[in-house]
């Protein structure tokens, strides 16, 4: 199982990005997957979930209304796309996938909102 995220990078509030996690060794339209972030000396945070499906979202009450995300199962891809940046919004962003009892992450891409 591979997780690779991209997309990160330095935003001035009120901005835009979305990051992308290309996914391969299992059959991702079988399973749901989550964005996670953390930033350091906090607990990762869980941002957005998605069903296996895609017709199932849910979100951290910080972000709703901000962030949406989705999948594109011909690409093996999950996005999330954050708009209306904040700086407390910065954090480097997991993927992440439960697969066979086992919680499989990517290396994580790093957010900066500032001026």
């Known amino acids: 199982v591979q997780l690779v995220e991209s997309g990160g990078g330095l935003v001035q509030p009120g901005g835009s990005l979305r990051l992308s996690c290309a996914v391969s060794g299992f059959t991702f339209r079988n399973y749901g997957m989550r964005w996670y972030r953390q930033v350091p000396g906090k607990e990762r945070e869980l941002v957005a979930a998605i069903s296996s499906g895609g017709s199932s979202t849910n979100y951290a009450d910080s972000v709703k209304g901000r962030f949406t995300i989705s999948r594109d199962t011909d690409k093996n891809t999950v996005y999330l796309s954050m708009n209306s940046l904040i700086p407390e919004d910065t954090a480097v962003y997991y993927c992440?996938?439960?697969?066979?009892?086992?919680?499989?992450w990517g290396q994580g891409t790093q957010v900066t909102v500032s001026s």
């Open positions: 992440n996938v439960p697969y066979r009892s086992l919680n499989y």
